[in-house]
């Protein structure tokens, strides 16, 4: 035993002894605990008695035994009935999960001093973990009554406290139970709406939250509450009521800022932003508000906003500055800065971003020339899961791909299939990159795996029937496989692209000019081009065909598809 605990036993020993707290000689204690502990022996050595038990509870519990440890601890609690043993004997049963022992302490405890607070908490938290929510009302209630001058902040503890119950309606039944007395208090009605929304009563829950707020107007913490209650059916009405809120309170920041991440859900930027622009005037040091600005005006193409804000949180104390690095790398990237983009992305070391980070560093690097070094930092990049694995993996076969080394690619990704076969993301990949070698049959066998674990993979649906259409084979059953893809994804404009592509060489002219023409609204894409082109020219519309290609050519000179087409039609 380490001195301090030795010298703890000794002196509550010495002061049970001499106290005068002791049980007189066939003294019998009148609680049920007691009934196991022997009556005191005439003559017996009681300071002797007492040092002994305590030395060997602290003894056991310091070996690790909390059974014995806890026996000497019960038995010397009902000889002495000193509150001090009781309490210590109280907390080891507990400790122990004797939890039938450690309640009929508790009572024993109450028994020799009924007034006290602290022996009530402990049989409400001991009630707790029992489970015995039954048991609870009388003593949390007696509890709320001793501390009146606290009895709002106490009741907003309730639902904390009862937590670990999982009978939430009954937790719901002993709340109302307990608060109702207090029903003049918006703490009360809070609890009660707390309750009522864990046990899934959300009507009840927001008939509560606005009792609460008729006491208590400017209350935040209720206002928000009832907005988010309210966004479960509505989220208009959630962003009007808080509107109304902040509009009456301007200083309420917190509510500001959920409104303000309501409206961005609500793809309402402008009204976001104008909340947000007040917060970080009020606040401009508060990366809670510095990164939600950052990231909406990220969002709305404002990138010297984003990027100032982002710069603002380097200099604060929000903690995950991997993240931060992260987007700047991008904006040096889209900015054509390579090697500050890259001195971001190294400082990527962690979190979400970590990987994708060390892919994008790789890719500059492989842009750079500098490809041993690219596929060094991608080996000497740690995965934490296998889905980071797999995201190096295809990181990899990617910057092989760039590099023209579609066959080193494919080695990659077969060697990752070999050990995760099933993996979607794998298979697809490799299915496509077996077509840039030549080898359809390869594409066909991994997508149709694909296919069998997913049969609603659209784009695995697509690739399949493009595949087919490209090489002018099995027709029907490459446009019956595009149509499903299209009914999964009905607004993708290269499904749309493929659907196109299958009806020309279908010999369906008008149907496939109206299909490519509708992609290339939406996405004026090289591939698009080359076969909105082609049609038109079959069409002899060879004016409208020569411009969409030449026009796609000028922005996309690299794009093989397109070269190809025009080649073919442009010579």
């Not at 005439?42 to 806890?70: C, I, N, P, Y």
């Amino acid at each position: 035993m380490q001195p301090k605990f030795l010298a703890a036993a000794i002196t509550l020993a010495l002061g049970l002894t001499h106290g005068g707290i002791t049980l007189a000689a066939g003294e019998q204690p009148s609680r049920p605990a007691a009934k196991r502990a022997a009556a005191q022996p005439v003559g017996e050595d009681l300071l002797a008695r007492t040092v002994f038990q305590a030395l060997v509870g602290e003894f056991a519990l310091q070996r690790g035994d909390a059974k014995l440890g806890s026996d000497a601890w019960a038995d010397l609690a009902v000889r002495t009935r000193d509150p001090k043993v009781i309490a210590r004997a109280t907390e080891i049963a507990g400790f122990a999960r004797q939890y039938d022992r450690a309640l009929e302490l508790s009572r024993l405890w109450l028994e020799v001093e009924p007034d006290s607070t602290r022996a009530r908490q402990t049989q409400s938290s001991l009630l707790v973990m029992a489970n015995r929510i039954d048991e609870l009302a009388p003593q949390m209630a007696a509890l709320l009554a001793q501390d009146k001058a606290n009895v709002g902040n106490n009741l907003l503890h309730l639902n904390r406290m009862l937590g670990r119950i999982t009978d939430k309606k009954a937790v719901q039944g002993l709340i109302d139970r307990l608060a109702t007395p207090y029903d003049t208090l918006p703490e009360a009605h809070f609890a009660m709406a707390q309750a009522a929304a864990a046990a899934g009563d959300n009507l009840r829950a927001l008939t509560e939250t606005e009792k609460s707020l008729q006491l208590r107007p400017n209350w935040e913490t209720a206002a928000i509450a009832r907005a988010q209650l309210q966004a479960r059916l509505s989220a208009k009405t959630a962003i009007d009521s808080l509107d109304d809120f902040v509009g009456h309170n301007p200083a309420a920041n917190e509510a500001r800022l959920t409104l303000a991440r309501l409206l961005i859900s609500e793809k309402r930027y402008e009204e976001s932003r104008r909340h947000f622009d007040r917060l970080v005037k009020d606040h401009p040091d508060n990366p809670e508000v510095i990164y939600p600005v950052a990231m909406l005006a990220l969002q709305q193409g404002d990138t010297t906003t984003g990027r100032s804000q982002l710069e603002n949180l380097l200099k604060t104390d929000f903690p995950d500055k991997s993240t931060i690095h992260f987007f700047l790398g991008q904006l040096e990237q889209e900015q054509k800065q390579p090697d500050a983009a890259l001195a971001h992305y190294r400082q990527v070391t962690g979190g979400e971003q970590f990987v994708p980070a060390r892919s994008r560093a790789a890719q500059i690097l492989m842009q750079q020339g500098k490809n041993a070094e690219a596929r060094e930092l991608l080996a000497n990049t740690r995965a934490g899961t296998p889905a980071e694995r797999i995201q190096l993996t295809l990181a990899e076969s990617q910057l092989l791909r760039e590099a023209g080394r579609h066959n080193e690619a494919y080695i990659v990704l077969d060697r990752a299939l070999a050990a995760q076969p099933n993996d979607s993301e794998l298979l697809y990949e490799a299915a496509l990159t077996a077509e840039r070698i030549g080898k359809p049959e390869i594409l066909e066998m991994h997508l149709k795996h694909l296919l069998a674990l997913k049969p609603d993979h659209a784009h695995a649906l697509n690739a399949l029937g493009y595949s087919l259409a490209e090489r002018n084979q099995r027709l029907p059953e490459a446009h019956d496989l595009i149509a499903r893809a299209l009914s999964l994804a009905p607004e993708d404009p290269f499904i749309m692209d493929s659907m196109g592509w299958v009806l020309f060489r279908l010999g369906k002219l008008p149907e496939a000019l109206q299909t490519l023409e509708k992609a290339f609204r939406i996405k004026a894409d090289p591939e698009i081009a080359a076969h909105l082109g082609e049609v038109l020219w079959t069409l002899e519309r060879k004016d409208e065909a020569r411009r969409i290609l030449q026009d796609a050519y000028k922005a996309h000179p690299e794009n093989e598809a397109l070269a190809a087409t025009v080649k073919k039609l442009l010579p």
